[in-house]
């Protein structure tokens, strides 16, 4: 009897290139060169960068086999995209695609392609489009050349079962520069606070954002790993008052653990995951949510 052996789908994640914004902006090439020079500014970086994109792409495109399927998706489709289980997700672009695309998947591989190392750093999207043959051919043969690294991501569960995955961090307080007003409650102790919100970063986001504040505050414990079932947490500024405290403003989380905020905001809180207000879920009085490490992991594939 005949097995009908159907390939994984791939399916290739991108957004829009800066030309191709100005085009949709100013209609033509002309209007948008206009509108550059007019301001100072070429519109030669933009077509640069257009054609290494274009080149690579097309690089990644013809090392996939004629007959597997394959479809591409623009970072502004992902949230209405479905994907399916077996997927492979390649994700040709920026560092920050990966973290876009990461809060839809459950467990499927992931490959991360950078097409212009000048502009990239390269960090989640580490390989370069000649790598794209061998990548696929360890989907077959799972040689040692390469290996499924799995970096761990935060949930963020409200407690009418709304949910935010993030691969870097999530931010819970106030969408605008006003005091984030909340009761923060961990391992049975409890404090009310007024800051600039709350961080609570992966091991991926440690090099970001948590970075940034650890070095700021003078933090010397070691940051979580991006493999490492751990998350960071930091209050921002947090502000002493007749009501509000500031003796939890840091601290870990481990697998099962959580931190739990409940807001006192009456407009205005939010609660976000790598930075795409977007994509967030309100925080207002009634509202308390729980901060911990996600069940499922992003498996992207790395050099070993």
Not at 281 to 292: C, E, Q, R
Request: net charge neutral.
């Amino acid at each position: 009897m005949k097995i009908d052996f159907q390939l994984p789908r791939m399916v290739l994640v991108t957004r829009k290139s800066g030309l191709q914004q100005l085009l949709e902006n100013h209609g033509t090439l002309a209007q948008a060169r206009f509108y550059l020079q007019s301001r100072g500014q070429t519109i030669a970086e933009y077509q640069e960068g257009f054609e290494r994109f274009e080149s690579a792409f097309v690089q990644v495109l013809q090392a996939i086999p004629p007959d597997q399927r394959r479809t591409r998706v623009d970072r502004s489709d992902l949230a209405s995209f479905l994907f399916a289980p077996d997927d492979v997700i390649v994700v040709v672009g920026q560092d920050g695609l990966v973290p876009n695309v990461a809060k839809y998947l459950r467990g499927q591989t992931t490959i991360g392609i950078n097409p212009d190392p000048e502009r990239y750093d390269g960090i989640l999207c580490r390989h370069p489009p000649t790598a794209m043959p061998a990548l696929l051919a360890w989907m077959h043969v799972h040689s040692t050349a390469y290996r499924l690294q799995k970096r761990i991501m935060a949930v963020a569960q409200r407690e009418d079962g709304q949910r935010l995955l993030a691969l870097n961090e999530i931010y819970a307080g106030h969408r605008s520069h006003q005091s984030a007003r909340y009761r923060l409650r961990l391992g049975g102790e409890e404090e009310r606070h007024s800051s600039s919100g709350v961080i609570c970063s992966t091991g991926t986001g440690s090099t970001g954002w948590a970075r940034s504040i650890a070095q700021q505050r003078r933090i010397m414990e070691p940051l979580p790993q991006p493999e490492e079932p751990r998350l960071a947490w930091f209050v921002r500024e947090p502000f002493p008052s007749v009501r509000s405290s500031t003796r939890l403003d840091f601290g870990f989380l481990h697998a099962g653990a959580a931190l739990q905020l409940v807001s006192e905001m009456g407009e205005g809180g939010v609660i976000f995951a790598d930075g795409i207000e977007s994509d967030s879920l309100t925080f207002l009085v009634g509202h308390s949510v729980d901060i911990g490490v996600a069940e499922h992991t992003l498996n992207l594939l790395v050099p070993s």
